[in-house]
């Protein structure tokens, strides 16, 4: 269901043709401008105009923002939106984002300033929510909740910024007693304005009626064009994730810096080791430090079988997802010393090693940071006479590292020595009981070569340097790594997350991260009906934030009921349900998932001291960055990187389009890009700037924009 480049193209120039704008090669008043690169985003406060900064943000897309709220706000009229460079006309701003229609109120100069500029440069508004009225080309057929509905993209949305969407776009319904999502189901009028016609883009049925109505459409009128919004949403809902693309695309015309992309990537620890069993009569894991001193040590400890092995590598070929096995190849030295020499789970992984990633999790799992004193619940850092750390020496974390490096090269195991795992993330600081970082773990990192040192993503959200090397921050899913079974899951779930009057432990009461279950959950049910689809939920929203960062689990839950599959296969099976096939998963490994959050934490920093700027004069694009900072950048099919005399392709497609990194050939200080012969380019247009009247009456204020679940204390990993 891919469309094809250009297809994207198409509806990009059918769009602008409809308002009367020119494409290149047509006669138009006035030469052709400058316009920058850059998106102007009028603030009211809402959670709607949030929303769409914050994936201008995400994206590394540059804006401008004014608060309306800000007394001192800059006044919105034509000196602030264009001028004149080198005795070109310059439009500042390549797309204008709005609160709703007509923010500035009755009669006000700034909006016809905003109406102007945008019939002047052919640049492109966003009403981030407004209702359905003859203002924007609709009547209202139904206004109310919009939870547990199903919209779909239209043949125009589909053929038009919607393409990278298969058709539903359900919206959330995570609370029967939470009014989630408000909005209005509009019909274009009967009859339009002189000239001005509705195209709905994203429509739902409406209640009680055999029509549909529009939620989301293109009105073009007095010579400009508006993307119509007619629901309520926040940046967290998925609804919104999913549209968010094409709201951008739309605005931008197709051609922006900033890109996003669709990550997910699974890290699966303790390969090769065994993992200690949680036990439902003691609410307490054996052999691990949440038991308390002098419990008797787990005797049935958790490993994967060669059965186990073979069913993954076949599960990652037919799900088209590569794992990424962090393996402790001391476990199976260990094994093979209980089972005369002979490991069997070893031996069919090396066989089937092309299938999967592989990364140093150390040889024997220690934990590397502070010396634990696990005499009391919870441990503590062991001290010295006088007071001071103990700490796991740099010759004790470099043996780790190396051996289990060797091991994989007996092995003939294919291991990047960029990468590092160490076992429960130690080394790093550890709140509450290790404050600071082992200072011994940076120095071993130089030592072993490291560049990519996994961190825990609930403990540490941003990447950080450590030594040589740069953190890659891991989401852990709540399956927990002391259950192979759904009733072991779902008892341990249980004592965590329900009140102590139900029996739990009741951590979760008066928690400002965690809310406790009603009641707890079924042993043979809960697991499916709603462990799994709230962790697919909670993956899921990370996806469609243009989050590279990778989840992980741990070899347990691909043994015994595999109870880690059931969670990957439904967040699979739902991305492939929402997405088409132009606009896949990406599934990097660690050291790519790392380069990708460096490179843009550079190119943020650059974008927000102000050292990079962009704009596009007809076909030709202009970019230029401080030297060592990678250019983000999103542009049609066809476009080319500009180097002296010679030209490359531009990035790799994804959704219809080009996207990627790239920077200055040699001796170049500038990037320039050629777009694609055809691609629509603005002229100048005579007219007048006309005053727009305000709304009738005010916007509703939003009901119950939901914010995400809050989630537990997540993969617990021998805490």
């Known amino acids: 269901m891919g469309r094809t480049p250009r297809l994207v193209a198409a509806w990009v120039a059918a769009a602008l043709l409809a308002v009367g704008l020119p494409t290149a090669g047509a006669s138009a008043a006035g030469a052709v401008p400058r316009v920058d690169l850059r998106v102007l985003v009028v603030d009211d406060g809402g959670p709607a105009v949030e929303a769409i900064r914050t994936e201008l943000e995400t994206a590394g897309t540059p804006y401008t923002r004014v608060d309306l709220a800000d007394p001192g706000r800059p006044r919105v009229d034509e000196a602030f939106l264009s001028d004149t460079v080198d005795g070109r006309p310059r439009a500042k701003y390549q797309g204008v984002v709005l609160p709703h229609d007509n923010p500035f109120g009755d009669g006000s100069a700034e909006m016809a300033a905003v109406a102007g500029y945008e019939r002047r440069f052919g640049i492109r508004q966003v009403d981030a929510y407004t209702y359905a009225r003859p203002a924007v080309g609709l009547n209202a057929a139904y206004a109310g909740t919009l939870d547990g509905r199903t919209a779909q993209v239209t043949a125009e949305g589909a053929a038009g910024p919607f393409g990278y969407l298969r058709k539903n776009v359900p919206f959330e319904d995570n609370d029967s007693g939470v009014g989630e999502s408000y909005g209005y ?20 049925p409406v209640p009680g009626q055999s029509r549909r109505g529009s939620l989301i459409g293109q009105y073009t009128h007095d010579g400009r064009s508006e993307l119509v919004v007619t629901f309520v949403y926040n940046r967290h809902q998925s609804q919104f994730r999913l549209l968010s693309r094409g709201i951008v695309e739309w605005l931008t015309q197709g051609v922006h810096l900033g890109a996003a992309r669709n990550y997910f990537a699974i890290h699966v620890d303790d390969v090769f080791g065994s993992d200690d069993r949680w036990d439902s009569r003691l609410n307490c894991t054996p052999g691990d430090v949440d038991c308390p001193p002098g419990t008797h040590p787990e ?5 994967m079988t060669a059965a186990d092995a073979q069913h993954a590598a076949q599960w990652s070929r037919d799900h088209g997802l590569t794992l990424d096995l962090a393996f402790n190849g001391g476990g199976s030295e260990g094994y093979k010393e209980a089972h005369a020499g002979s490991d069997p789970l070893a031996q069919q992984l090396v066989s089937d090693q092309s299938a999967f990633r592989w990364i140093d999790h150390t040889y024997n799992h220690p934990f590397i940071g502070c010396v634990q004193d696990t005499s009391v619940v919870p441990w503590r850092c062991a001290t010295d006479a006088l007071g001071n750390v103990r700490w796991t020496s740099r010759a004790a974390i470099t043996a780790q590292i190396g051996d289990n490096r060797a091991w994989a090269a007996r092995q003939g195991l294919a291991v990047d020595k960029d990468e590092l795992v160490t076992g429960e993330h130690s080394g790093l600081a550890t709140l509450p009981q290790q404050r600071d970082d082992n200072p011994e773990l940076a120095p071993a990192l130089t030592q072993a070569g490291v560049a990519w040192l996994a961190a825990d993503s609930s403990r540490e959200r941003e990447q950080r340097r450590l030594g040589p090397a740069l953190t890659v921050p891991r989401y852990p899913m709540n399956i927990f790594y002391n259950a192979g079974k759904v009733t072991e ?11 102590a009057s139900d029996g739990g432990s009741g951590l979760c009461e008066g928690s400002a ?3 406790c279950l009603e009641a707890p959950l ?5 697991y499916t009906d709603h462990i799994v689809p709230l962790e697919s939920r909670i993956a899921m929203g990370h996806v469609l934030a243009n ?14 009921e595999r109870i880690g599959y059931r969670a990957l296969e439904k967040i699979l099976a739902d991305y492939r349900a929402l997405f088409a096939d132009s606009t896949p998963l990406v599934n990097l490994r660690m050291r790519d998932i790392g380069a990708e959050l460096r490179k843009r934490a550079t190119w943020a920093a650059a974008v927000k001291a102000g050292t990079v700027s962009a704009h596009r004069t007809g076909s030709d694009i202009t970019v230029s960055a401080p030297a060592g900072v990678d250019v983000t950048a ?15 392709p531009f990035g790799t497609a994804y959704a219809g389009q080009r996207s990627g990194w ?18 629509w380019a603005p002229r100048i247009l005579s007219g007048k700037a006309t005053r727009v009247p305000a709304p009738a009456t005010a916007l509703p204020v939003p009901r119950g924009v939901s914010t995400p679940v809050p989630h537990g204390p997540g993969d617990r990993d021998r805490r």
Do not use: K
């Open 185 to 204: 189901l509009g019909v274009p009028l009967e009859r339009q304005a002189d000239g001005a016609t509705y195209t709905s883009y994203l429509d739902a």
């Open 299 to 303: 005797t049935d400890p958790i490993r």
């Open 489 to 499: 899951q779902v008892d341990e779930y249980n004592w965590l997350y329900t009140r």
């Open 513 to 515: 991260t965690t809310t």
């Open 522 to 526: 079924p042993a043979e049910t809960g």
């Open 547 to 560: 989050d590279p960062r990778p989840h992980f689990i741990h070899q347990s839950n691909l043994a015994e």
């Open 634 to 648: 999103t542009l049609p099919t066809g476009t080319v990187q500009v180097q002296g005399t010679g030209r490359i």
């Open 662 to 679: 790239a920077a200055p050939a040699a001796g170049q200080g500038t990037l320039a890009f050629a777009l694609p012969d055809g691609t």
